[in-house]
């Protein structure tokens, strides 16, 4: 199901006039792969409902995965506990997890400390920055732990140039270490691994490889005029016609009975440009979700801050495709900039690519609050 599938689906039968609004289930969970339940239709209920995905190899997985989040709904972390933050960085010498730092990683925590005796006074709050594998250890041993907590990664997740499909799906998506070394599905499969936390994982393919890459048609536009469009082409995307799936380390942590509730990645490339506004700081688009899940709130309600910037992008890129509109209707050449246009358009298909795996009403145990 494409994109205008799905929008006409969600129109036609979701949001069917003969069902009264306070009838219609805001937490919807999806259960199996892209091939089957697309990407497409997920991103559009997302625009109305609090949306998650389950998909895992066999029926253990969906039953190791209840039984965790059964086990956290009635354990002892379900009273008042103190909510804990934790931010790593996989600094890999590259210009791209640099400036990433710079203005998303820094900024968040350094925000997150200034708003902390206001917004949530008794939250223990980390960061970890893994210069050339120095704190990996450290990290690995902090996430171990059995206190539940949110988690913010900013990584590389291992990219196209597969020799078989069966290796792609096992590997695409894994979490690069700053050796180059990597975190696989296998690894983190049955180690503790964020027990009973919510992950932000941040990586291009950590959450999965769409069938077709909805940034192909403005990078091709952009080729001729913007020397990273180009990289971009060179390098490779995903291919049209190649059958879509969700990545294996999210799969893996999320049947490990030691692992997180639920995991925010991105589906296709991840762009820096996401983390800021045209070289001024937007963490905030980010640091929203964090904020959210330290206050209590249900992981599908928390992804839907960064859902709002999404919103607020489309109207903007409405306004300017109609500014194109007009320009032709009365003759004249337009005066929009075909990079402005473009990158705009690559920051609404961004922002949508991040995706909830997991059930969308889990929260970090003990971090509950009234409502949503």
């Known amino acids: 199901m494409d994109d205008v599938k799905a929008a006409r689906w969600m129109r036609t039968e979701f949001r069917k006039e003969a069902v009264d609004e306070s009838d219609r289930p805001r937490y919807l969970l999806l259960l199996g792969d892209l091939d089957g339940l697309s990407l497409e239709l997920q991103q559009v209920l997302s625009t109305n409902a609090f949306v998650g995905r389950l998909v895992f190899p066999s029926a253990d997985g969906y039953e190791a995965y209840c039984s965790k989040v059964l086990k956290w709904e009635s354990s002892p972390y379900q009273g008042q506990v103190r909510p804990r933050a934790l931010l790593y960085t996989s600094k890999d010498g590259t210009s791209a997890t640099d400036l990433a730092y710079d203005v998303l990683m820094g900024p968040s925590f350094e925000t997150l400390q200034a708003r902390q005796p206001k917004d949530f006074p008794e939250a223990e709050l980390q960061e970890i920055i893994d210069e050339k594998g120095a704190s990996t250890q450290q990290w690995l041993s902090n996430v171990s732990q059995s206190e539940p907590r949110v988690m913010l990664t900013l990584s590389h997740g291992l990219g196209p140039g597969w020799k078989t499909r069966e290796q792609q799906r096992r590997l695409q998506g894994a979490f690069v270490l700053p050796d180059k070394s990597l975190l696989t599905g296998e690894e983190l499969v049955s180690r503790p691994f964020l027990p009973g936390g919510i992950w932000l994982f941040l990586a291009c393919y950590g959450a999965g490889t769409p069938g077709r890459s909805s940034y192909a048609p403005w990078l091709q536009q952009l080729r001729d005029v913007d020397r990273d469009a ?9 291919g049209e016609g190649a059958l879509p799936f969700v990545a294996a380390l999210p799969q893996a942590v999320l049947s490990n009975p030691s692992g997180p509730l639920a995991v925010i990645g991105h589906m296709d490339l991840a762009w820096v440009s996401t983390f800021s506004d045209q070289g001024r700081l937007a963490h905030s688009r980010f640091l929203g979700i964090l904020r959210a899940l330290l206050q209590g709130r249900r992981v599908g ?37 075909l990079k402005v246009k473009a990158r705009l358009w690559l920051l609404c298909q961004d922002l949508v690519n991040y995706v909830l795996l997991g059930d969308p009403a889990v929260r970090v145990p003990g971090n509950a609050i009234n409502g949503e």
């Open 230 to 238: 180009a990289r971009v082409l060179e390098e490779g995307m995903p």
């Open 301 to 337: 309600n928390a992804l839907h801050t960064l859902l709002r910037i999404h919103s607020e992008s489309l109207v903007e890129l409405t306004a300017l495709l109609n500014q194109d509109e007009l320009a032709r209707a009365m003759g004249r050449t337009s005066s929009v900039d």
